[in-house]
Each structure stands twice: as structure tokens, then as C-alpha cells.
């Protein structure tokens, strides 16, 4: 099949918004919440419910974090308490839902999640520390447990309650068939497009709900510190509401886009929201409803699906014009030499005589430097990415390392090499301690990295049971489906349209990998080395360069023009909305 050049297929983007906190344990965010003897106390009731101020504090300090490590420390605070605040109110609006659908979780569902999140610590003390820190109990955490599981499956259970129908696939299938399915038959699609609409549309169920239960809840004794987190008018453009809750969150999206700038931030949010609104009012004098009651961004996101449908019905065409789109567009239609083939990796691992060489180059390498030559020795003899800058890795918090190098880095002493090599999945560690920030909880490190290599023994070894998996592929006596279950098989599917210029979907780009294929006879399998994998193939087909044929291309021609023509529409309506003055 041919390789086409990227043709945008316009879709409504649909923003859902985050509708319940994750545990942030695992993840060791550090919440210290000031007051604690109020944590106890009422923030609110809702609908009869009593919500404290721990669980609502909570569910901001987690914002917060996440935000700042991403923006930094400068995020305006009440922006992200405003959307904080309003997730805690969302959370439970859905465990009463979890109620009415009478949904419940087993006390070895939460057993089970405890379990793993034990399993993180190296021992129940640490676990015990780690709990107290967040402000946590084994039982406000299991509570915690119960209701995040809740919550999935009050999402799971809106999302399986929908309905897609044959209709709706089709018209998926008609909008997606020469760009996302490349013209394949509708049979070996459907399962795949049935699923993504099912998923859009249970997340568009689940907001609609919630928007729902928002418009009839009951908010009573709301503690006079959130008050100013309700949500509520921010402005009014054209006669449309924007909430301070739909303004915050598109500030803090936005932040990411402006490096931090909080002002360029507002203004660059306020402008979209109201290009939005402008396009949201082109589409009604359309003709298209929506229904006001949904948040902003789906109510825009209907109504230029819609919009963008109706456009779509409006193209009008002659052959003539097809034709001429065609050949200004020829090389999108032309067939390009491809091949199919079925690949498996098998992955090189060191073994342990391996392993054992590397902690004795590391601990022979411990015993030589010191806090003035480290730098030097760094790039020297680390294998890591930051070798070449002396093994500086900048200054880090918690969380940010993995564990067996965070807790010695944290427990060595400012200005000295740590008296041990560490031991990670990355290999074997010397680590050097610059400076501490106890206030802070940071610390400013420098590394060298010895990463246990395969050696030629273990190489060879691998080639011969390499040579053995291509022998029993040729004979049939094993498939590459079957090469899934092999420990050291990392990856074996079937991949079409690889180009000769050596374009593998899915593991990119790969000129040796698909030069082979190319040069290899139908059916044959072997193999080739790349770095520490060995990737074996079979060729199954290959398809030669062909030039397109405009009336065997026509379906496809007439779908992208349709597409190309409602898409300058709409692009010309979204200029003219931005141009306007109102």
C-alpha cells in the first residue's frame, strides 16, 4: 500500500478535564500542610456529605507539585486552587454517582493496591515515615484506595453504558478511510473504531454528568477560605459566560506555552477564549445547536464538528476539478516500493560475569578519585550521557532519581565522594555530593556510570540461539506470534509499508533493518545486528513503485478534496472571527 504524505484530517478535540487525583505516595510528593489541628475541620458539605479541610488541602498540595515541577515555583497559586478546589467537588460528586450505579470495591481490590505501594519502600519503617509525611493513616490511605478504585469504575461503567451504532462507525470510517486507515476495508477497522469512539464518547458522557450533578448539587457551610475557589463568572465575551474555573485551567495550559509567563499566559488564554466564542457564534448563525449547559470547550468542540460537517455536506466538485486536484496532488496518490514483513528483537542483556566486571571496574575506579579530580575522571571513564561534562547532574529533589541513588545521595556528605558504588538499573554508580539544601530538600550531585556491557562470550552465545530461532522459523516449527513468549523476545508483531529508504513503522528508522528486508527473497528469514539487539525477519511481500491512476484513486480523490475544500472554509472563518472587532 502506498505511503502518503501527512494529510490533516480535521477532528473536534475533545478537552476532558482531569476528574480525580491519583495517590501521589508512590510518586513521594512532599506535602507539609501548616495548622494541622484544622485539618480535621469542615471545608464544606455537599449534597449532605462532609468534605475537611485535609482532603481539600490535599488535593491542592498534589496540583501544586505537579505544576511546579513542570513551570517552576512561580504558578499563580490561586489559579490552581481554583481548579483544585473544584476537582475536590467533582470527586465527590462522582462517588455519589458510584452509589446511585451501586458500584463497590472488594476489600481485596484495596489489599491488593496497598500491596503495591508497600512494595515501594524498602521496609515497613519507611513506609510508616513516608504515610505520616502525607499526612496520611494505613487507613485514611485505604479509604483513599477505595475511593480512587471507586472512581475508575464509575468511569468504566459510563463509559461501557454507551452506545455506538452502525451509523456511527460508518461516518467515522467515511471521515478516516484514506487518512488514518489508509484505505483499508471497513471489516479490519471496525473493532479499532469502535473502541476510539466509545472512549470520546464515554469521556464526553462523563463530563456531561458531572456538569449535570454540578447544576443540581447542594453546597452547604462552605468554610469562608474557599470561598474565593467557587466557581463562578470571570467575563463575558459576546454575550457567552467564561468561568474563573475554564480561565484558570486555560492559563495554566497555557503557561507551558509561554515558559512560565504568567501575563503573557492571561493573555494569550483570554484571546483563545474568545476566538472560540466568535467561532462558536458563526456556527449558530449556521443553523447549529449546542447546548449551553456543557463547559465552554466541549460546547465549542460539538458545534465545530458540526460546523465542520456542515461545510463538508456544502463542497460541491466537477471532474474536472478532481482531476486537477489529483495532479497537483499526484505524488500523495503515486504507489511507493514498500515491503511487509514480520520482526522480532531479541534483546542482549549482560550476563552476570558481565555485571561482575563492571562493579570491579567501578569499585577499582572508587578507590581513585576524589572531590578535585572527579570532574576529569568523570569524563574519562563514565559511560553516562553526562560524562562529558564532568558527570554534573544539577540539583534534584526526592523523587526526581531513582531510589538506591537518591537515598545514598541524600545520605552522603557535602564535599565527598559517597564511600560506596551504588548499584541501579542503569548500572553501577560513583556518586559526589556538591551541596545540600536541607530547606529545601534538594541536593547537588555529580555521578560517573559504569554500564555492564555484553562481552563477546555473551554475544556468541547470543548468536547461536539466534541462529537456532531463525532455523525453527524457516521450518515452521515455531511462528513469530509464538516468539512473544520468549523471555528475551522484547518485541515480535507483523509491520507493513516499510520503505526502502528505511522507514519501520513503529521503530522508526532503521536503513540497514530495511535494506536487508529489501535485498531478502519472499518467505526467507535472517537476521541482523544492531547495537545490542539482534532483529530477525521474514519477508512476507513487496509492492513496486507504481503511478497513480486517477480513476482507480477517485473514492480517495473525491474524500480529500471534499476534506481540503470544508477545511480552507473553515480555516477562512476562524481568520475572519479572529480579525473581528467586537
Given amino acids: 500500500m502506498a505511503i502518503r504524505k501527512f494529510r490533516r484530517n480535521m477532528k473536534p478535540v475533545i478537552w476532558v478535564v482531569t476528574i480525580f487525583f491519583l495517590i501521589s505516595l508512590i510518586a513521594g510528593y512532599a506535602m507539609s500542610f501548616k495548622g494541622n489541628s484544622t485539618n480535621s475541620q469542615l471545608a464544606f458539605k455537599i449534597n449532605g456529605k462532609k468534605v475537611t479541610q485535609m482532603e481539600t488541602q490535599r488535593s491542592m498540595a498534589i496540583l501544586s507539585e505537579n505544576y511546579n515541577r513542570y513551570l517552576g515555583t512561580t504558578v499563580d497559586p490561586t489559579l490552581m486552587n481554583i481548579v483544585a478546589f473544584n476537582e475536590v467537588i467533582n470527586k465527590n460528586l462522582l462517588l455519589d454517582m458510584a452509589d446511585k450505579l451501586k458500584i463497590k470495591v472488594s476489600g481485596s481490590e484495596v489489599s491488593s493496591q496497598m500491596d503495591k505501594i508497600k512494595e515501594a519502600f524498602p521496609d515497613k519503617e519507611q513506609f510508616k515515615k513516608a504515610l505520616l509525611s502525607q499526612g496520611y493513616t494505613t487507613k485514611t490511605l485505604e479509604n483513599e484506595i477505595r475511593e480512587n478504585l471507586t472512581l475508575q469504575k464509575v468511569s468504566e461503567a459510563i463509559t461501557n453504558d454507551v452506545k455506538v451504532t452502525p451509523e456511527d462507525i460508518e461516518t467515522y470510517y467515511v471521515d478516516n478511510k484514506y487518512t488514518a486507515f489508509q484505505g483499508k476495508p471497513l471489516d479490519t477497522v471496525k473493532a479499532q473504531i469502535e473502541q476510539a469512539l466509545k472512549a470520546q464518547k464515554g469521556a464526553e458522557a462523563l463530563i456531561k454528568d458531572i456538569t449535570e450533578a454540578r447544576s443540581q448539587m447542594k453546597l452547604e457551610d462552605l468554610d469562608k477560605n474557599y470561598e474565593a475557589y467557587l466557581e463562578k463568572e470571570e467575563f463575558k465575551f459576546d454575550g457567552v459566560e467564561v468561568t474563573n474555573l475554564e480561565y484558570a485551567k486555560r492559563v495554566l495550559n497555557t503557561l507551558g506555552m509561554t515558559k512560565g509567563n504568567l501575563e503573557q499566559a492571561k493573555e494569550i488564554a483570554k484571546e483563545s477564549l474568545e476566538s472560540e466564542i466568535k467561532l462558536l457564534k458563526v456556527a449558530e448563525a449556521e443553523g447549529i445547536k449546542v447546548d449551553t449547559s456543557l463547559p465552554l470547550d466541549l460546547e465549542v468542540s460539538e458545534a465545530v464538528s458540526a460546523l465542520y460537517a456542515k461545510l463538508k455536506s456544502e463542497v460541491k466538485y466537477t471532474d474536472k476539478d478532481l482531476k486537477e486536484f ?257
Fill in 326 to 582: 489529483f495532479e497537483e496532488n499526484q505524488t500523495n496518490y503515486d504507489i511507493t516500493k514498500s515491503a511487509n514483513a514480520n520482526i522480532a528483537i531479541l534483546k542482549v542483556e549482560p550476563s552476570e560475569a558481565d555485571d561482575a566486571k563492571a562493579k570491579t571496574e567501578a569499585e577499582d575506579l572508587l578507590k581513585k578519585v576524589n572531590k578535585d579530580n572527579f570532574a576529569e575522571m568523570a569524563k574519562e571513564h563514565s559511560d553516562g550521557p553526562s560524562g562529558p561534562t564532568g558527570g554534573a547532574l544539577g540539583t534534584f529533589s526526592k523523587g526526581d532519581m531513582v531510589k538506591p541513588f537518591e537515598d545514598a545521595a541524600f545520605a552522603a556528605e557535602v564535599g565527598k565522594v559517597y564511600p560506596e558504588v551504588v548499584k541501579t538499573q542503569f548500572g553501577y554508580h560513583i556518586i559526589f555530593v556538591e551541596n545540600k539544601d536541607e530547606a529545601k530538600g534538594t541536593v547537588t550531585a555529580s555521578h560517573i556510570l559504569i554500564i555492564p556491557e555484553p562481552s563477546e562470550e555473551t554475544l556468541q552465545a547470543k548468536v547461536t540461539q539466534v541462529d537456532e530461532i531463525v532455523k525453527d522459523l524457516s521450518k515452521g516449527t515455531i511462528t513469530f506470534a509464538e516468539l512473544k513468549n520468549d523471555k528475551d523476545v522484547v518485541f515480535s508483531e507483523k509491520i507493513d509499508e516499510i520503505t526502502e529508504e528505511g522507514y519501520v513503522p513503529g521503530l522508526g528508522y532503521n536503513e540497514e533493518l530495511a535494506k536487508a528486508i529489501f535485498n531478502s527473497k519472499i518467505g526467507e528469514v535472517n537476521f541482523v545486528k544492531e547495537q545490542k539487539d539482534y532483529i530477525i525477519y521474514k519477508k512476507d511481500s513487496q509492492i513496486d513503485e507504481k503511478k497513480a491512476n486517477f480513476e482507480e484513486v477517485k473514492n480517495e480523490v473525491v474524500s480529500d478534496y471534499i476534506n481540503t475544500k470544508a477545511q480552507e472554509k473553515l480555516r477562512e472563518i476562524e481568520v475572519s472571527t479572529q480579525n473581528t472587532e467586537n
